[in-house]
């Protein structure tokens, strides 16, 4: 009795163990989304900009209730903590908004690089892919859906080959800008 017991805890801890650990194991695609530096600069900025002014108000509204122009009930034995709470969390919000702002020059150097990259993609791409290189040796009397994927495939090889440096997201991402710069 005690052996067919045995036998099925060791058959559910197989079955535990062939369970996917993400969804990412159900998919082929491992390429991530592509955001553009110069958005994600953008957003870096407003982020630090917005911390940096809660950090400016809040400081200026504790100094405000510090020369009691604004009165808070408070208990005087617990004013201490909410002062020094209060105040440290307004001073990580300036030194938050200050390291971001920081962190966003480095971006808006990077950003500037990737759009230069694009830019060169594109007039790559323009100069040098046509309808009749895609084409060629593709069945053109299969339905469209399968000629878009093929097409599709062959600009991301030759992107991949030509601009061997570029992140994979950001070929993926104008593989669509270029079909259709070519097919419409």
Do not use: Q, V
């Given at each position: 009795m005690e052996d067919s017991n045995f036998k099925n805890n060791n058959t559910s801890d197989v079955q535990e163990n062939k369970l996917p650990e993400s969804l990412y194991d159900y998919t082929d695609n491992k390429v991530h989304s592509f955001i553009r530096l110069s958005d994600k600069y953008k957003d870096i900025t407003s982020s630090a900009l917005t911390m940096l002014i809660v950090g400016i108000v809040g400081i200026i509204f504790m100094i405000l209730v510090f020369a009691d122009i604004i009165p808070l009930p408070?208990?005087?034995?617990?004013?201490w903590l909410f002062d020094s709470v209060m105040g440290g969390i307004f001073i990580i919000f300036i030194i938050a908004g200050i390291v971001s702002f920081m962190h966003a020059k480095q971006v808006k150097i990077d950003a500037e690089a990737e759009d230069k990259l694009i830019e060169e993609i594109l007039a790559w791409a323009?100069?040098?892919?046509?309808?009749?290189?895609?084409?060629?040796?593709?069945?053109?009397?299969?339905?469209?859906?399968?000629l878009y994927f093929s097409r599709a495939d062959k600009i991301k090889d030759l992107l991949m080959h030509q601009f061997e440096n570029a992140d994979e997201a950001l070929i993926y991402e104008y593989t669509e800008q270029i079909y259709q710069n070519i097919y419409e």
């Open positions: 408070i208990n005087a034995s617990t004013a323009k100069d040098n892919i046509s309808k009749e290189l895609l084409d060629e040796g593709l069945d053109l009397r299969e339905p469209e859906e399968i």
